[in-house]
């Protein structure tokens, strides 16, 4: 069984990564931990005001989260009623990156499933600033969907490993568990400073070749290309439905979020995005 985090504000954008992830785990045995944070700082006088006089500022939210959870889950309960889906609902007051990883460690998370919008701030278009903090500060898989993007059938999967990186087996479940589930093919892209091709090259594409013989795969290289752009690219002509990659630097990440400082391009990202971390 496995144990899926699902944050939500109750917006469009939690609804429908909401959404992505009951197509997503068709046919799997999965317990979903809806999650609704609540932060002190959002509330003023006047929530106070209109709270009972015998309750807390505290209860009063919490108490109106559960009900909205209560109404989701068995709306979610109504529309997949031949799943094996288990639904808990959480409530939490608390900061949005110390909740998540609670949850996380409380409830042995196994992945976490969100939507990428909310941004604040100029350099997070794209990726909102409760997602990117969960990708830099929580220890756990993270699928993030973008705004609005409707599931489809997983067919093709893109792999993307840094020019400084190299493949690394450990905590690529996600990735092996995603492609095997949904029969997809696996696209495997190294993007390289130059054309040189080194030994440890080499003996990596033998390990990855061996490692994903059970599994339809390819391998391709793009070379002296500003990361953002070379996995937005390879995204449109390869048609995929998935973009997967592990986030080991603080680099590689601002580099595919937010491009870098001579390319300015940054990732507007079309498709769902896994992110995994070494173990």
Known sequence: ?????????????????????????????????ILNVQK??????????????????????????????????KKLQEQHP?????????????????????????????????????????????????????????DCPVIAIPQGYQFKELKTVLYTIDYNDYFNQDGIEPLLDTVQKHKASLRILKIKEDETVTIADFDDKKHMKEFFKGI????????????????????????????AMFIQRETFLDRFFNGSETSKISYGTRVPLLIMHTN
Do not use: W
């Not at 807390?56 to 108490?63: F, G, K, L, R």
């Not at 941004?119 to 929580?138: P, Q, Y």
């Not at 795969?217 to 973009?243: C, E, G, K, R």
């Open 216 to 243: 339809n795969h390819t391998f391709h290289s793009i070379i002296n290309v500003p990361t953002a752009l070379a996995i937005a690219s390879f995204i449109q002509i390869m048609n995929v439905d998935m973009t």
């Open 40 to 73: 002190a700082s959002h509330y003023t006088s006047d929530d106070l005001m209109v709270a009972p006089a015998n309750t807390s500022i505290h209860q009063s939210v919490i108490s109106d989260a559960k009900k909205k959870l209560d109404i989701l889950i």
């Open 82 to 138: 031949q799943e094996n889906y288990t639904f808990k609902s959480i409530t939490d007051y608390d900061t949005f990156t110390d909740a998540i990883k609670q949850a996380v460690r409380s409830k042995n998370i196994d992945l976490i499933m969100m939507g990428t919008n909310g941004a604040t701030g100029a350099n997070e278009i794209v990726f909102g600033s409760n997602t990117l903090n969960v990708i830099r500060k929580i």
């Open 1 to 33: 069984m496995k144990n899926i985090l699902l944050p939500t504000d109750f917006s469009e954008n939690a609804k429908n990564a909401i959404d992505y992830a009951m197509h997503f785990f068709k046919h799997e045995l999965c317990t979903f931990y």
